[in-house]
């Protein structure tokens, strides 16, 4: 009887253990990249999208547009990138924009919520769920396949991009509809390095930590300067 049990507990534990790998791995359901047949559009500077929302976003000449695809993310949300990039004189990446169209997918009921998001940004009355941060890149960090950063970072990879060792980061996100059920998300990644602090330093309890507030103003007003909205053919 003993011999049964354990054999069965060992069952279980087994189990459960699949269970947690099978559904804790959501990236297991995203499907491969695709590169054509995309529904925007990049003429120049602009990215224009016919719906979700209806218009045209406007980058600064400093970037340029390095690339898009698409994909079904986790296996519930149609997905669609576009990367802007701003490089070095010698074609590192310096600052880049990521610019994600997401919808659930209509037999899906989730809903996208961000009121948790401690600032508001509002570009050409388009106002954004805005979140920022400092982030150290970790190079021996084991990082999770199929999310929308692997499937970002992928691509940029092809292109011989890497993110900046360390950069500050905004997360832009407009929900589209009453729906709450797609979403326009911008993030811009901004290498640190040239200000000579550093991620550790900006933390809460670092050395430098006073001097963030003055960093991520700076961060949100360049966003302000290098990009903007406007409904799709609304004349300027």
């Known amino acids: 009887m003993k011999?049964?049990?354990?054999?069965?507990?060992?069952?279980?534990?087994?189990?459960?253990?699949?269970?947690?790998?099978?559904?804790?791995?959501?990236?297991?359901?995203?499907?491969?990249?695709?590169?054509?047949?995309?529904?925007?559009?990049?003429?120049?500077?602009?990215?224009?999208?016919?719906?979700?929302?209806?218009?045209?976003?406007?980058?600064?000449?400093?970037?340029?547009?390095?690339?898009?695809?698409?994909?079904?993310?986790?296996?519930?949300?149609?997905?669609?990138?576009?990367?802007?990039?701003?490089?070095?004189?010698?074609?590192?990446?310096?600052?880049?924009?990521?610019?994600?169209?997401?919808?659930?997918?209509?037999?899906?009921?989730?809903?996208?919520?961000?009121?948790?998001?401690?600032?508001?940004?509002?570009?050409?009355?388009?106002?954004?769920?805005?979140?920022?941060?400092v982030v150290e890149t970790d190079p021996n960090r084991k990082r999770a396949r199929g999310t929308d950063g692997a499937m970002a970072r992928a691509l940029l990879a092809s292109r011989g991009y890497t993110l900046p060792d360390e950069y500050v980061y905004a997360r832009l996100v407009y929900l589209t509809d009453e729906s709450r059920q797609k979403e326009l998300m911008i993030i811009f990644i901004d290498d640190l390095a040239p200000t000579g602090l550093t991620a550790a330093g900006l933390q809460d309890g670092g050395p430098d930590a006073d001097r963030w507030p003055e960093v991520e103003q700076t961060h949100l007003d360049r966003i302000r300067q290098t990009l903007s909205v406007r409904p799709l053919d609304v004349p300027e």
């Open 3 to 133: 011999k049964i049990l354990v054999v069965a507990g060992v069952v279980i534990i087994s189990g459960v253990a699949w269970a947690h790998w099978y559904f804790g791995d959501r990236g297991r359901f995203t499907t491969e990249a695709e590169y054509t047949g995309l529904r925007r559009t990049v003429i120049g500077q602009d990215l224009a999208s016919p719906e979700d929302p209806a218009a045209t976003l406007r980058f600064d000449p400093a970037f340029r547009h390095t690339g898009g695809q698409k994909f079904i993310l986790y296996g519930v949300a149609d997905t669609e990138q576009h990367f802007f990039v701003e490089t070095t004189d010698d074609d590192q990446l310096k600052s880049v924009y990521w610019v994600q169209y997401e919808a659930y997918l209509p037999d899906k009921s989730y809903t996208y919520d961000y009121t948790d998001s401690p600032l508001r940004l509002t570009l050409n009355g388009y106002t954004f769920y805005t979140d920022t941060a």
